[in-house]
């Protein structure tokens, strides 16, 4: 954590509450991607990521920069991310999911089937998997960083991380993408 966040930090938690705005301003782009990956709904996803930072500065106080701020709001949006997916006992089909650009012709639809077909078996994953999938590839956070915001071991993620990519090949196997 750099200095200047540091005092920010500081501040806020000294009362000095429109300090926030510059946290919100350098995390919500992150808050917001990590959560869309998981929830794969932009206005959820947008609604998740103000939930997360008012939390975030509800709790502010207990934040004692044992870990980086950025690891600390991530483990917010991430457990509400989880929270929500888990309250709408459902998993979201991949047409709602953000396309990755756009693209014409054959190539375009061969693309999207594919990346329908992925996501679809991502949606198939438990969360505990799925949050270690979003986080390394798509998110393209380290192990230690993945391990801190989750709260766990490096060696629980990379054992996360090898599970889960077996049951993903299982459920691409399962609709002949393999």
């Known amino acids: 954590m750099n200095t200047e966040e540091y005092n920010i930090i500081r501040r806020v938690q000294q009362g000095h509450t429109k300090e926030y705005e510059w946290l919100v301003r350098k995390y919500q782009a992150a808050v917001y991607n990590v959560i869309l990956q998981m929830t794969r709904q932009h206005e959820t996803a947008e609604e998740l990521a103000q939930d997360v930072f008012v939390r975030a500065f509800e709790k502010i106080g207990t934040f004692h920069f044992k870990?980086?701020?950025?690891?600390?709001?991530?483990?917010?949006?991430?457990?509400?991310?989880?929270?929500?997916?888990?309250?709408?006992?459902?998993?979201?089909n991949a047409e709602h999911f953000p396309e990755q650009g756009s693209r014409t012709g054959e190539e375009s639809l061969d693309e999207k089937e594919r990346n329908m077909l992925i996501w679809s078996a991502i949606d198939r994953l438990k969360d505990k998997y799925r949050s270690v999938i979003v986080l390394c590839y798509f998110?393209?956070?380290?192990?230690?960083?993945?391990?801190?915001?989750?709260?766990?071991?490096?060696?629980?993620?990379?054992?996360?991380?090898?599970?889960?990519?077996?049951?993903?090949?299982s459920e691409l196997e399962k609709t002949n993408y393999f």
């Open 67 to 92: 870990s980086k701020f950025f690891s600390w709001i991530y483990r917010i949006a991430i457990n509400a991310a989880i929270s929500h997916n888990k309250k709408e006992r459902r998993y979201l």
């Open 139 to 169: 998110e393209q956070l380290t192990y230690a960083e993945i391990a801190e915001i989750l709260d766990v071991s490096e060696q629980k993620v990379k054992s996360r991380l090898y599970d889960a990519r077996r049951l993903l090949r």
